[in-house]
DNA sequence: GCAATTTGTTCAGTGGTTGAATTAAATGAC
DNA sequence: GTCATTTAATTCAACCACTGAACAAATTGC
């Protein structure tokens, strides 16, 4: 078994798509999970047929498959249709395969687990200043925090099939952890500080361990658990730094090399500001936590990061004015800076996440108002702009969703395992 | 038969990807195809089965039927390779389909011809000022010009498979163009006023006329003609409005509704000029062809749309400083919105096209700069700036090309046709 | 001239889909 | 309460396209 780390969601079949014999069942077997996955009713086996063009007969059989695989069962109240003979419905298993999300951040490690359903069946969280530890310890208590909840799983019956980690940073291909700035980490080896701790079953075709951006994974979770329909997004995570996932026709978009979604530092006014990236004016240094802070009052209350958003929307709802200027000035520059992106990219929808949810109330306005003031096409369809679902356990719970996903998209790795 | 006019790349089959038992050939088809395609030199039936994992029996019966639909040749003088039996090179056939790019523009029509080699086969322009004549007029004028594209085509031996019109507007999926705003059209439906004039023959699964925006198309050119190798891209059309054409990872982004790549509406100076658009400091306010020819001491000169660029490249080149200085500027600005979209997409090459394309020489400096000022990830892996390698006839040999590419993606259509 | 080598084809075998017939399980009319 | 109707799911022979091995073809090198 060659142990496949990596980042990216590159699939890299070197034989480029060729259908070989075998391939027939193995597309199949995705085609009717994936169908299985997005129904919003249980569908039956004749459904799936009609639905997907192939024959009763082949749907039958490739759903046995996948019941004798644990990745379906049938729902035992058959849902009454009219006439004839009642359907069986097919839902998801939940006694399957799962993922695990995991999650370094400046102050807190956290753990998730959400089985094929999408339902999020375990959630730890450790708070912990993490910046003074060192990367190798700061790995050490994630992995025991990984245990913990594979543990977990493995008592509900589950059998994880991959994990991913979130780090606010830039990743490189192969989980070499580039630079995060906050935590202090530089080319951090993760894969390699985690080699001694297993932290799932090998699948094949699923790597135990993906170690990707944090506003990627953030953008995967609320892909999985926002409302359906909004397949192209701009997820803004706003902490210290500002990123973005980009999430277009339903898969994340993460560039060339794998570092797209430095939103942070897209200029918003090129003579302004010089910013630590070497730049001038860029989003960061008007609408990052510690700007915002600033413009408060609050500057060097040295707040543990994830309380300064709240500690911010707790003196906004008081009705302080030198916090809802500062929102209202942060808003303003982040609604520059996303109306230039839906001009580029023509998103439906900008969903505000991280340090950026709770202070939505206030974001929100001036956000909107630079996008239609800014957008040519404001005014045929109107752009979406609302708080993160998932809010801060976004980047977890995506990226445990992002393992469950490629097992449905490629059950037959799964189906491989168990024989 | 339903005529299918579309403007997106949707290639909606409701069937959503179920491998029927047809579909395992017509897959393995577009699997050798795009091997032939890609190939930098003939490869042989059993070079392609050793890269692509199938067998030598199934390649050959698969290349049989290429060969039999003429989509591939054989290359007579066989490549030397060493001791065996010498392969028959397999290359991409110079008679069979081909692809009809056509293009609309201010002053000018074009319509030009590309093979499935990629070889451009014909290029038509007629410069005609077409502001003043209504949009029937102008289609009207465009069909004959195709229809002489047409004839030309089919004294080689080819066959036209299917055509895509270059528009430089806003264009809605079914082919009405919403706003072309330098045509002076506004909700011109160009599949209804170009009914009576066919432009291609009927094949399944290509429409027979792809109606886009200009710069996607361009994009598209730039893809096909460009070095290979660089799959995410820029592509900026500078003109009066400034337009952009985005390539990911290979693929053309177009949006959730079809309208992205509006660049020129970026703000680059928020507090800025107002702008047409109603936003303020839009890039194109600073960088747009009218914004520079200001600049250079050159407004109200009232030149052909296509001349501006080259008027301004011999004041620069003669050294008139104030042309100087009005380029410097304009690529400054370029370069902060530029700098923007590459830290948001991680893109790793910008194209200069359009009316920026002779211009290259005084806008790449200041672009590059601005890059690598504010690009985070400059240091680690710079961005390629160069000039479009087709200039302004990338819109219609891009249009004809994405002709081309939906026969090699999906050769199955073309093949059903001739039986 | 002959062994070695590589290409391309032929052919029986097989996996997985197909389509029709069959069985299963309900509703509704009389 | 029985039976025609309706829809769901399964069974089975047929078939299509790929597989693997054997074979024929064409060239190099000794």
Redo the contacts with the bound molecule.
Sequence with gaps: MTALWQCQGVTSTSTAGA????S??EL?LAVVLRRIAAADRPP????IAAGT??????V?????DLIAGRLVAEAEPAP?????????GLVLASDGPAGLGLEVNVDYLAACVVDLTGTVRHHLVRRADLRPVSPADALERLAALAAEARAAAVRDGLTLAGAALAVPGLVDSGGLVRLAPNLGWRDVDVPALLAGHPLAEPVEGIPPLVVDNEANLAALGELHAGPPGSTSFLHITGEIGIGAGIVLDGVLYRGARGWSGEIGHIPVQPQGRPCRCGGQGCLERYAGQEAVLAAAGLAGADLPADTAATRLADLARAGDPATLTALADAGTALGVAVAGVVNLLDLDTVVLGGGYAPLAPWLRPPVVAEISRRVLTAAWSPVTVRPAALGARSAAVGGAASVVRRVVDRPVGWLARSG
């Design positions: 259908v070989r014999q075998g027939l069942r199949n039956s086996r004749a459904g063009g192939l024959t009763r007969a082949t039958s059989a490739v759903v046995d009454r249709t009219g006439a004839g003979r009642p359907a069986r």
